[in-house]
Structure formats: C-alpha cells, structure tokens
C-alpha cells in the first residue's frame, strides 16, 4: 500500500493550494482518510478527516478555510485550502486507515509528506 501526495508548494498569504492523496496498492477498504500537518520545530498535528460514509471534521484552526475531499472511484483524498495563512506553513502528511481484507483490522498508513509554504 502507499500513499502518494502531491500539491504542495510557494504561496503567498490569502492564496489556495489543492493537495492531492492517491492511495493505492492492494487493500479491501478506506474506512477513513485525512491530513495532518507539521509546523517547523512543532508536533504534528490534525488538520481534517473523511469517514467512509462522507462525514467530515475539520480542526477548528482551518475550518472556514480547507475542505477535505474524497473520489472514491480513483482513492484519491483532496485538501482543498484558501485564505492560506503564514501559519499554515508545513509539512502535510496524509493518511488512511485501510482494511487490508475482508474483516481485517483496520491500519493506519501515511503519506510522504509535502511541503506547503505561505508568505506573508
């Protein structure tokens, strides 16, 4: 399995980026995909999660301004951000919790990481 991000790069503050997920590999399900982030010299920290079923959670410190996405034909997970902000700046890892097969345990599995930059 792996998961492949994209979309990361040089902003200034106020613009929008769109990072892309494809999950891909062999596996019998997502129950859940989403993205976190992390600051320069600061933990990792949540950002948004898409449940299966379509529910959405956004941290509070994005809401308003990322919307996390889903195809589910191409398992690919989108974040969507405006109103891009100097905090903002970090590493975004995405993730997805799988079921390898049928009945299995579900897993967590991450992304590379891709790097977003917003200047003020």
């Known amino acids: 399995v792996q998961l492949q991000a994209s979309g990361g790069g040089l902003v200034q503050a106020g613009g929008s980026l769109r990072l892309s997920c494809v999950v891909s590999?062999?596996?019998?399900?997502?129950?859940?995909v989403g993205w976190y982030r992390q600051p320069p010299g600061q933990p990792r920290e949540w950002v948004a999660t898409q449940a299966s079923g379509g529910a959405k959670n956004h941290a509070d410190s994005v809401k308003g301004r990322f919307s996390i996405s889903r195809d589910y034909a191409k398992d690919t997970v989108y974040l969507q951000m405006d109103s891009l902000r100097s905090e903002d700046t970090a590493v975004y890892y995405c993730?997805?919790?799988?079921?390898?097969?049928?009945?299995?345990?579900?897993?967590?599995?991450w992304g590379q990481g891709t790097l977003v930059t917003v200047s003020s």
């Open positions: 590999g062999n596996f019998y399900s997502i129950a859940a």
């Open positions: 993730h997805a919790v799988l079921r390898i097969r049928n009945g299995g345990t579900p897993r967590d599995y």
